[in-house]
Nanobody, 119 residues
Framework: QVQLVESGGGLVQAGGSLRLSCAVS????????MAWFRQAPGKERESVGRISRSGGYTYYADSVKGRFTMSRDAAKNTVYLQMNSLKPEDTGVYYC????????????WGQGTQVTVSS
């Protein structure tokens, strides 16, 4: 079983930056493709981006492209989400997710971390 723990959320003004971390434990980190999702109040959870096992491939939702960057550090078993130029519409609970298979849903989720962007 793999465990995911997010951290780094908080309150920031529009235009500011935050870096979220997702620490992975329990299994071999490099076996898992990783992703970030978010859920705003009253809305469905949406994909923010994903990163391949090696970190060589990343994909971002159009809403965050050019502002958010995902990376992973194998030595620390951690995935990061660097968020710049934050907007109030980026407010929500951010979740990291992992799965060992190449396709299909993500089966492992963290508990989420709150990000609030004030205008």
């Amino acid at each position: 079983q793999v465990q995911l723990v997010e951290s780094g959320g908080g309150l920031v003004q529009a235009g500011g930056s935050l870096r979220l971390s997702c620490a992975v434990s329990g299994r071999t980190f490099s076996n898992y493709r990783m992703a970030w999702f978010r859920q705003a109040p009253g809305k469905e959870r949406e994909s923010v981006g994903r990163i391949s096992r090696s970190g060589g491939y990343t994909y971002y939702a159009d809403s965050v492209k050019g502002r958010f960057t995902m990376s992973r550090d194998a030595a620390k078993n951690t995935v990061y989400l660097q968020m710049n130029s934050l907007k109030p519409e980026d407010t929500g609970v951010y979740y990291c997710a992992a799965d060992v298979f190449d396709v299909g849903p993500y089966n492992y989720w963290g508990q989420g971390t709150q990000v609030t962007v004030s205008s």
